[in-house]
């Protein structure tokens, strides 16, 4: 949908800091006024007459005709993301994994060549290393953190560099900016997956990045409720690549999730800031405990690439620290992890993260659940490890969840 369709009665004046986008860019109102934004909650649209309704289904006239194709409660989730990441344009899918395979059925086709790094999130690798390749696209994995790795990999027929950063669950950051620089060598687009950042703390496209990808389900929604994802890039790739396949392809954002996930960007700035702030109090605390043999957090000194997270990430660590308990061999540290896990009575045991509730999890039998033990241990995920994903509780009552396991731990196993 062209912005002719957002038109307000007062448009936004330009320079607005991304505070203020992110409360106040979206569509018009309705007739009544509304101020919270409506719901538009309809499958389809009436159209005037046969003749408007044929121009609008040949895309030569503004205007909703069928969900499938745009709605404006989706309208408006999408203007608001792209204004936060900097973006001419976004398109909202039903997940986070559809906005990946949105991304993939639209710039790839058989005989083309994918850079990824190794540590993407499971389904991302799963996507590229077993879906994609039934249709002849091949993915060579690489090194999160070792840019050579990345520019030795690049071949004739490489369309697109696919990066994360920080990871799940070893929050790794990887150099946006020189990988921009490999792909646009390569006459190459790169995509960065920013759910574990956010636009708050860092904006991929300023970065020299092409594609963002989003999983709305974390902390855009925030409060944990419903599935959401979306591409940011272009306008040309929007309009003339996803718009149209999307249309035919069908993976679209509902519009009741879209509202809620729009109304989440009000308070994303408040909300990643102030879970990062507890992130960082809690990393702290548990790198002093001795029960806890290693804390992976990028606002930490101890984390291997703290000054370029620092930089890349606008000083703020983020809000998913992940740690692993002491423990002699697997069965001991898995034991131990288990125990931490189940004396928590505040954090939720649960995988998900962006959401304002504290959640507890263990990789390696859940996100990481279907790799063999080899493959657990080459990609750092042990079994003493846990992930946290910090909400908005006060911090000494998480801490007090979590030292009632880790003080007893030595006595596990
Ligand atoms: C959760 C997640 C996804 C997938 O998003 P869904 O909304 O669950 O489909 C992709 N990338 C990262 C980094 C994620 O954490």
Redesign the pocket.
Known sequence: MSSETSTDRRPLPDGLHPDTLAVRTGLAPSQYGENSEALYLTSCFVQPDAATSARRFASEEDGYTYSRTSNPSVTAFEYRLAALEGAEAAIATA????A?LLMGMGLLKSGDHVICSRSM?G??LKLFGSEFAKFGVETTFVSQTDVAEWRAAVRPNTRLLFA?TPT?PLTEVCDIAALADIAHGAGALLAV?N??ATPILQRPISLGADLVIH????FLDGQGRV???AICGSRKLVDEVFAPLIRTAGMVLAPFNAWVVHKGLETLAVRVKAQSANALELARWLESHPAVDRVFYPGLPSHPQHALAMAQQGGVGGAVIAFAVKGEGIEQARARAFHVIDSTRVCSIATN?GDVKTLICHPASTSHGRLSEAQRQAAGVVQGLIRLAVGLEHVPDIQADLARGLDSCASVG
């Open positions: 997940s986070g994994m559809s990946i999130f389904s991302t994360e799940n997956d759910c574990f999983s709305g389900t974390k599935m959401a994802g993260l």
